[in-house]
């Protein structure tokens, strides 16, 4: 008989809301349509921002938004997105699609909806074609409260009040689409850069983060950490809060990617495989960031992951538009426990994409908008943020899969709420075959009883349209039964399930 057993003795740390991030980029249909209509548009909005999807976002209580890029950030030069619209600056979107960008979305725009949105923001500037003083000057007109410059010209732009950045990411990909240096150059280069993102107001520190690995580069990770060490500075940490990492998972590779809907069995496992591969990655790259920060006071930030397949048949390649359907669902269930069980390292991490790119948890087409099965795994695990992490471990599991992509038949992840509530996460992984696992409690006497259970679950290729836009839905769970202080529950094949227990 499978067990999960939970140690509510054994706290493990404290899960940050950050971790439930997302990311928005100007790419595609994100910004412009999927978040941002303009205040003309006939589809329902506040100061530009669509009601329907910033309603949906809150619902799943966003945390942090991490924006203007990616790739784009790296291009971006962020006066051309100030002052009266008609006179901003038209540039071509290089990287997405070669279209044009009229920078009609800008800072203004951002704080705005991270104010609707009621979420930390997190700023990605360009060191790649950027300058030391644009970038310096971009934080001054963000968050500097006086006299000066940049601060005169936000207040001459209709905002008198300085705004607050929480994350400050220096580059992007600059071992790639940021300008593809070598890790010691981007080091040297960061150290340089981060010493003009200045705290204007020390009350609210700028959390810094550096630009970290691609995948497995571990390489990147550890001449990073060693060129901007300095023994010389003890508060080492102070030249950086984070350091990021990218990782997404691509089935086929990431030349043939694969598709988002269209799959067999065993391209279901080999994505799971992919997927749990996070693991590995935050482990390893966390031992060699040990080495130079054993105190843990740099967090990992793993500000791009999620699913890339093929573009969804006749839509711009440069757009990067998938469909979503339990596979990603058991993707984001699997990924988000990985962070859980790691958040003494894992501080941040953003889903790519919020809207309309990549797995997104929200999809649009004109005034319609559907929630994708991502959605409500977030919506399901959004009870984790801000819990204590709870020891927690599954015995009696097999694996499940096909040749080579054999997967743990069940992962999870269990936290405790300032309440006093238990939210235990479980993805079933198989594609066919359901599960009993007993969830019991060491040296506890307490008996337990069930809150609130939700699940979703479906056929694996099941998603969501816009004819059918609730086939994939949160939904109740019934398929539990007491079993001596704890529960028994019976997962469904391809399931996300939250018990919440008290
Ligand atoms: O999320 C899409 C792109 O993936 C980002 O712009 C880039 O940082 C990464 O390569």
């Given at each position: 008989m499978a067990k999960l057993m939970i140690n509510r003795n054994k706290k493990?740390?404290?899960?940050?809301?950050?971790?439930?991030?997302?990311?928005?980029?100007?790419?595609?249909?994100?910004?412009?349509?999927g978040l941002y209509v303009g205040e003309n548009s006939e589809i329902p909005n506040v100061n530009g921002m669509r009601t329907d999807v910033v309603e949906a976002l809150k619902e799943i209580k966003i945390p942090v938004l991490r924006w203007p890029g990616g790739c784009f950030a790296d291009e971006y030069h962020w006066k051309d997105g100030i002052g009266p619209k008609e006179n901003r600056k038209k540039m071509v979107n290089t990287h997405w699609g070669g279209v044009v960008e009229d920078n009609s979305f800008g800072t203004h725009e951002f704080f705005e909806l991270c104010r609707q949105l009621g979420c930390k923001t997190y700023i990605n500037g360009n060191l790649g074609s950027g300058t030391v003083q644009e970038m310096s000057e971009w934080v001054e007109y963000m968050t500097f409260n006086g006299v000066s410059p940049m601060a005169d010209l936000r207040k001459k732009n209709g905002h008198e009040e300085p705004w607050t950045i929480d994350y400050f990411g220096v580059g992007n990909e600059n071992w790639g689409c940021g300008?593809?240096?070598?890790?010691?150059?981007?080091?040297?280069?960061?150290?340089?850069?981060?010493?003009?993102?200045?705290?204007?107001d020390p009350q609210k520190p700028i959390q810094k983060i550096c630009g970290g690995a691609n995948v497995d580069d571990y390489d990147w990770t550890r001449k990073v950490l060693e060129t901007t060490h300095d023994h010389t500075v003890p508060e080492f940490h102070?030249?950086?809060?984070?350091?990021?990492?990218?990782?997404?998972?691509h089935p086929e590779g990431w030349e043939i990617k694969g598709?988002?809907?269209?799959?067999?069995?065993?391209?279901?496992?080999?994505?799971?495989?992919?997927?749990?591969?996070?693991e590995t990655l935050v482990e390893r790259h966390g031992k060699i960031m040990d080495q130079y920060d054993p105190d843990k006071k740099i967090g990992m930030i793993v500000d791009e992951w999620g699913c890339w397949f093929t573009v969804e048949p006749g839509t711009n390649p440069g757009f990067l538009y998938q469909q979503n359907t339990i596979r990603d669902a058991l993707v984001a269930g699997i990924t988000l426990n990985i962070f859980n069980k790691h958040?003494?390292?894992?501080?941040?991490?953003?889903?790519?994409?919020?809207?309309?790119?990549?797995?997104?948890?929200?999809?649009?087409?004109?005034?319609?908008?559907?929630?994708?099965?991502?959605?409500?795994?977030?919506?399901?695990y959004r009870h984790h943020q801000g819990a204590t992490l709870l020891n927690s471990t599954l015995t009696g599991v097999g694996e499940t899969g096909i040749g080579e992509w054999k997967v743990p038949e069940v992962t999870e992840s269990v936290s405790e709420d300032a309440e006093h509530i238990i939210t235990v996460t479980l993805n079933n992984l198989s594609a066919d075959e359901e599960k009993e696992i007993e969830i019991a409690f060491a040296g506890d006497e307490h008996v337990y009883s069930v809150k609130e259970a939700k699940v979703v679950s479906a056929e694996m290729h099941a998603h969501n349209t816009f004819d059918v836009p609730e086939l994939v839905k949160e939904e109740e769970f019934t398929a539990y039964k007491k079993c001596g202080n704890g529960i028994k529950v019976m997962l469904p094949p391809c399931s996300v399930v939250e018990l919440r227990l008290q």
């Open positions: 493990e740390g404290t899960i940050a809301p950050e971790i439930y991030g997302h990311f928005s980029e100007h790419l595609g249909r994100c910004i412009y349509e300008g593809n240096m070598r890790p010691q150059y981007y080091a040297d280069e960061y150290r340089r850069y981060q010493t003009y993102v200045r705290n204007y102070g030249f950086m809060d984070g350091l990021s990492l990218h990782y997404y998972v598709s988002a809907t269209d799959f067999d069995e065993e391209v279901w496992y080999k994505t799971l495989k992919k997927a749990l591969y996070m958040c003494d390292r894992v501080k941040m991490a953003n889903l790519a994409q919020m809207v309309n790119v990549l797995q997104s948890v929200i999809l649009t087409e004109g005034p319609k908008m559907i929630k994708t099965p991502t959605y409500h795994v977030f919506h399901m």
